[in-house]
């Protein structure tokens, strides 16, 4: 009998103890990040070069700050003054300064949620983009490049042709670090 009691007495404690560590908000994260202040956006820079190139020093926290559907009302006309200094005419795609500058001034990284995902291929344009598009390149054939793309050869490419490492074949697709 005392062996039963005993028995018993230590089955009753580990369930009790059992049950007092079940908590069903174990699942959930403590949210300790505090989201009640005022945040506010200092950059952007969907495009590479893009405001550097093209907004002036004077207006860089002003380009930063913009929301990309206000950016072509705010900066296409200095996009295009900055194409015009360029000698732009025309580039490969066809596109004359106000069709290009309209391109160039949204400052977003667009995504195709289907087919190819690339900066430029020659046929798709502003997919997205694959980790091995040159994108400098890219924009420099289409800003100096006219309408071959052949024009200005010098001023065509920067001379980085890939990365230094290999990129990963598996998640998360960024060359290995040095």
Same mark, same amino acid.
């Given at each position: 009998?005392?062996?039963?009691?005993?028995?018993?007495?230590?089955?009753?404690?580990?369930?009790?103890?059992?049950?007092?560590?079940?908590?069903?908000?174990?699942?959930?994260?403590?949210?300790?990040?505090?989201?009640?202040?005022?945040?506010?956006?200092?950059?952007?820079?969907?495009?590479?070069?893009?405001?550097?190139?093209?907004?002036?020093?004077?207006?860089?926290?002003?380009?930063?700050?913009?929301?990309?559907?206000?950016?072509?009302?705010?900066?296409?006309?200095?996009?295009?003054? +900055?194409?015009?200094? $360029?000698?732009?005419?025309?580039?490969?795609?066809?596109?004359?300064?106000?069709?290009?500058?309209?391109?160039?001034?949204?400052?977003?990284?667009? +995504?195709?949620?289907?087919?190819?995902?690339?900066?430029?291929?020659?046929?798709?344009?502003?997919?997205?983009?694959?980790?091995?598009?040159?994108?400098?390149?890219?924009?420099?054939?289409?800003?100096?490049?006219?309408?071959?793309?052949?024009?200005?050869?010098?001023?065509?490419?920067?001379? +980085?042709?890939?990365?230094?490492?290999?990129?990963?074949?598996? $998640?998360?697709?960024?060359?290995?670090?040095?």
């Amino acid at each position: 009998m005392i062996r039963l009691n005993k028995l018993s007495l230590l089955l009753i404690a580990a369930t009790s103890m059992l049950a007092v560590s079940c908590d069903k908000d174990d699942d959930t994260p403590a949210d300790t990040f505090d989201t009640s202040g005022t945040y506010q956006q200092n950059d952007q820079m969907a495009r590479p070069a893009i405001n550097t190139v093209f907004v002036n020093s004077a207006r860089k926290n002003e380009f930063n700050t913009t929301v990309p559907s206000g950016m072509n009302a705010a900066f296409n006309a200095q996009f295009q003054s +900055v194409l015009t200094g $360029f000698g732009y005419t025309t580039n490969l795609l066809g596109w004359d300064k106000a069709t290009f500058a309209g391109a160039l001034v949204t400052d977003v990284l667009n +995504v195709k949620m289907s087919g190819t995902t690339t900066f430029y291929d020659g046929t798709n344009l502003l997919t997205g983009r694959a980790l091995g598009d040159d994108v400098i390149d890219t924009e420099l054939t289409l800003i100096f490049g006219g309408a071959t793309g052949a024009s200005n050869p010098g001023l065509t490419k920067d001379n +980085v042709n890939g990365n230094d490492k290999p990129f990963l074949s598996t $998640f998360p697709f960024l060359a290995s670090p040095h």
